[in-house]
């Protein structure tokens, strides 16, 4: 039995020793300390043993148990610091005092991430759709379910021109007259700049991008929904990635979620761009709700559909590691200039 001891001491050894990723460590988990593990066997074989050997042996057991136990732990936490650093070394590099050539133009970030999404979406069936930045009442707010004095208002404040008209705060205005234009079925995707009455931090401006998306159709689910938003940002970003669904209010969405995606810039740990929570908003979506599609001019007993507003600043820091949001509208071409060959 001593033997036996010291050979499983040995494998483990080697084992932990040259373990890379939390799967395997796991496993070696299992191997060890499960229900059927080498240790937990061990002890279940000591009740064989006389009672001499129960003494030295047990106690031998115990201290390997422990062993094993916590060098799981302390490579548990080793695992977890290789993983995050590799995630944050994996969001392409972006070093604002790198010498730049300015001698040839270049496309600003945000152009690069909207036409790679539009390319994406456009081989998914969707419309690539443009829509003013100055729009009206009905549009921005009426026609999404937001009447006059609604609280939801208040998140959305935003520059009004003297005509009553107003830059429009989300791409969501957008909405009702595509709905208008084309009737069911349809995708659409529909990218824009937007305003805000915002003060400006790391990650808020007055002016940014989003772009909407709808797709509706008979039989139209949130696991549609899901689907389109995995594949997107899948493809975006050159691997899985990890997003959660909150519930989220919109008035014009029902059920409406928040999606986020794990900070690609701390890899979760919390840094000033995700307010340290590890994760960032990144778009907001949900069914549409009836009313919306009543005011399109679409049967609602016949088609559902989804909406999302894809934050694409948001993700155009994420997909290049940009930390403040500031930059990208900053007119500085020392930092802006660097993406030519991303
Ligand atoms: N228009 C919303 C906003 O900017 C986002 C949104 C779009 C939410 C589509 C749900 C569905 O806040």
Request: contains cysteine; aromatic residues 8%.
């Given at each position: 039995m001593q033997e036996k001891i010291l050979k499983i001491k040995e494998e483990f050894e080697s084992?932990?020793?040259?373990?890379?990723?939390?799967?395997?460590?796991?496993?070696?988990?299992?191997?060890?300390?499960?229900?059927?593990?080498?240790?937990?066997?061990?002890?279940?074989?000591?009740?064989?043993?006389?009672?001499?050997?129960?003494?030295?042996?047990?106690?031998?057991?115990?201290?390997?148990?422990?062993?094993?136990?916590?060098?799981?732990?302390?490579?548990?936490?080793?695992?977890?610091?290789?993983?995050?650093?590799?995630?944050?070394?994996?969001?392409?590099?972006?070093?604002?005092?790198?010498?730049?050539?300015?001698?040839?133009?270049?496309?600003?970030?945000?152009?690069?991430?909207?036409?790679?999404?539009?390319?994406?979406?456009?081989?998914?069936?969707?419309?690539?759709?443009?829509?003013?930045?100055?729009?009206?009442?009905?549009?921005?707010?009426?026609?999404?379910?937001?009447?006059?004095?609604?609280?939801?208002?208040?998140?959305?404040?935003?520059?009004?021109?003297?005509?009553?008209?107003?830059?429009?705060?989300?791409?969501?205005?957008?909405?009702?007259?595509?709905?208008?234009?084309?009737?069911?079925?349809?995708?659409?995707i529909f990218p824009s700049r937007c305003f805000r009455n915002e003060s400006t931090d790391a990650c808020h401006e007055n002016t940014f991008f989003q772009m909407e998306g709808i797709m509706i159709d008979e039989n139209i689910s949130i696991s549609n929904l899901i689907y389109f938003m995995k594949t997107m940002l899948s493809e975006v970003f050159h691997k899985d990635i990890n997003v959660r669904l909150r519930p989220g209010f919109f008035p014009f969405v029902e059920p409406g979620f928040e999606l986020d995606i794990s900070c690609l810039i701390c890899g979760g740990e919390g840094c000033p761009s995700c307010k340290n929570s590890g994760w960032l908003e990144l778009c907001p979506c949900g069914m549409i709700h009836p009313n919306v599609l009543k005011y399109g001019g679409i049967d609602t007993d016949k088609y559902t559909g989804f909406a999302f507003g894809l934050g694409l600043t948001r993700l155009a820091m994420m997909k290049y590691g940009i930390k403040d949001i500031r930059d990208l509208n900053s007119g500085n071409l020392k930092s802006l200039s660097q993406f030519k060959n991303k």
């Open positions: 084992l932990i020793n040259t373990v890379e990723n939390s799967e395997a460590l796991e496993q070696i988990r299992i191997n060890f300390l499960g229900k059927k593990g080498q240790v937990t066997d061990l002890l279940k074989n000591l009740k064989n043993a006389s009672n001499d050997e129960k003494k030295v042996l047990g106690k031998e057991i115990n201290l390997l148990k422990r062993h094993v136990e916590e060098q799981i732990a302390s490579t548990v936490e080793k695992i977890k610091k290789a993983e995050e650093e590799k995630l944050v070394n994996s969001a392409t590099k972006y070093d604002v005092s790198l010498p730049v050539d300015f001698s040839q133009g270049s496309f600003h970030p945000i152009t690069l991430v909207q036409r790679e999404v539009e390319e994406i979406f456009y081989t998914m069936g969707f419309t690539i759709e443009d829509f003013p930045e100055v729009v009206d009442d009905y549009n921005c707010f009426e026609a999404l379910n937001i009447p006059k004095h609604h609280p939801a208002r208040d998140m959305q404040d935003t520059y009004y021109l003297e005509n009553g008209q107003l830059l429009k705060t989300h791409t969501s205005a957008a909405q009702n007259s595509i709905m208008r234009k084309y009737g069911a079925p349809l995708r659409a």
